[in-house]
């Protein structure tokens, strides 16, 4: 694997002299991991099956959960989607408001797409991001770009190019490292359906933007806030976003949250034939309020002024960093899943718990 830093240039045609090889690697064939606002993908030419099928390999990621394409102009949609069938109004709307952006549009596939991108869907998923990196590199390569996040299946996304190495070192032609990323949750992935808009799987462009653009209801699929139900997505079945430590999460009154996890440790710390190696992330002012002090490594108190923004940012990192530090138990102060990014951030905080998320009020 062949590393390429380019963390804080923004200029394109810069970056694009600087992406020269890349590119090239990704229009031949090639895979590439680069930074998105979102998280790491790993990406391949879009039209190039063996190619999209090395992705797959790479990832041991199941062959029938579909990748999502991104493009770096709305021109490139001509090679992605079926030209025949004219888009919706409220298609263009929403590329209109939210691109470039994390917004991943559900639309029916055109047929130069290699067919693993979207097996047996007649929708592919398609984006456009709003990182100059992958924009350059992109219309460097002068293909669509199926990108899937870029760590092995399973693991929790990753939202630094170290983390990228830790899971594909090895697997891939190349390492773009953009620095880390800004969202640190994926895109939002939405299907417009009849008579309503669906969210797949929350995102950046939350259900209050998307309603601000079109008139359908714009309503959440059942698995969202369920790790139980069965999802539409079909990359949300599998155990997602999680670590090899247990996820835990309470959400509702600070003292309740504190009191919640004091008890939880309590139990841990006498079982003694499976001792808990706690690890918690927090607002600072709660950490500082209720006096948490556990080791330095296991232990984050992110800013309570933009907490929702600045859990986000940092959870996969996080979660990946306490496995490191050998945490087995993960204790984590949630936030409102009805506001902005909270939606997201309770999404996943679901699916990497199994759906230990508790409201304590
Ligand atoms: O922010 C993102 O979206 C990142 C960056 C790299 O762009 N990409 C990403 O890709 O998260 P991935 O493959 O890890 O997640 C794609 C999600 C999966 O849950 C997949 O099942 C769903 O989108 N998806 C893709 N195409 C679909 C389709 N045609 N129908 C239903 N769900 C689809
Ligand atoms: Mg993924």
Redesign the pocket.
């Known amino acids: 694997m062949q590393r390429l830093t380019v963390a804080g240039i923004r200029h394109e045609a810069q970056l694009r002299e600087m992406l020269k090889e890349p590119a090239q690697s990704l229009r031949r064939g090639g895979l590439v991991a680069f930074p998105?606002e979102?998280?790491?993908?790993l990406g391949a030419n879009a039209l190039d099956e063996e190619a999209v099928r090395r992705i797959f390999a790479a990832k041991e990621r199941p062959r029938d959960?579909?990748?999502?394409v991104?493009i770096a102009s709305e021109a490139d949609l001509r090679d992605v989607i079926d030209e025949n069938q004219p888009l919706h109004e409220d298609v263009r709307r929403l590329m209109r408001a939210f691109w470039p952006g994390?917004l991943?549009l559900?639309l029916p596939a055109g047929a130069r797409l290699a067919p693993s991108v979207?097996p047996g869907?007649p929708?592919?998923?398609v984006?456009m991001?709003d990182h100059p990196v992958a924009r350059a590199l992109i219309a460097e390569a002068g293909v669509p770009v199926a990108?899937?996040?870029a760590n092995r299946s399973g693991r929790p996304?990753p939202t630094t190019a170290d983390d990228v190495a830790a899971d594909l070192d090895g697997r891939i032609d190349w390492l773009v490292d953009g620095g880390p990323c800004a969202w640190g949750v994926?895109?939002t992935?939405l299907l417009l359906e009849p008579d309503c808009a669906r969210i797949?799987?929350p995102?950046g462009v939350t259900q209050e933007m998307i309603a601000s653009v079109i008139d359908r209801p714009v309503l959440y699929a059942a698995d969202v806030f369920d790790a139980a139900a069965s999802p539409?997505?079909?990359?949300?079945k599998y155990r997602h976003y999680a670590p090899k430590a247990r996820v835990h999460v309470w959400w509702g009154e600070a003292e309740a949250i504190d009191e919640a996890m004091r008890a939880f440790l309590l139990e841990g710390v006498q079982d003694d034939d499976d001792p808990m190696v706690p690890a918690l992330i927090a607002p600072d002012d709660f950490v500082r309020r209720f006096g948490w002090a556990l080791a330095e490594e296991r232990q984050a108190a992110l800013p309570a002024d933009a907490y929702a923004e600045e859990l986000a940012r940092h959870l996969y990192r996080l979660l990946r960093a306490f496995d490191r530090a050998g945490a087995t138990d993960i204790l984590i102060h949630g936030v409102d899943p009805a506001h902005g990014i909270g939606a997201a951030v309770m999404n996943r905080l679901h699916k990497a718990s199994s759906g230990r998320v508790r409201w304590v009020g």
């Open positions: 998105t979102t998280v790491y993908g959960n579909p990748l999502i991104h994390p991943t559900l979207h869907q929708l592919v998923g984006r991001p990108a899937p996040s996304s994926e895109s992935v797949l799987r995102g539409l997505a079909p990359g949300m």
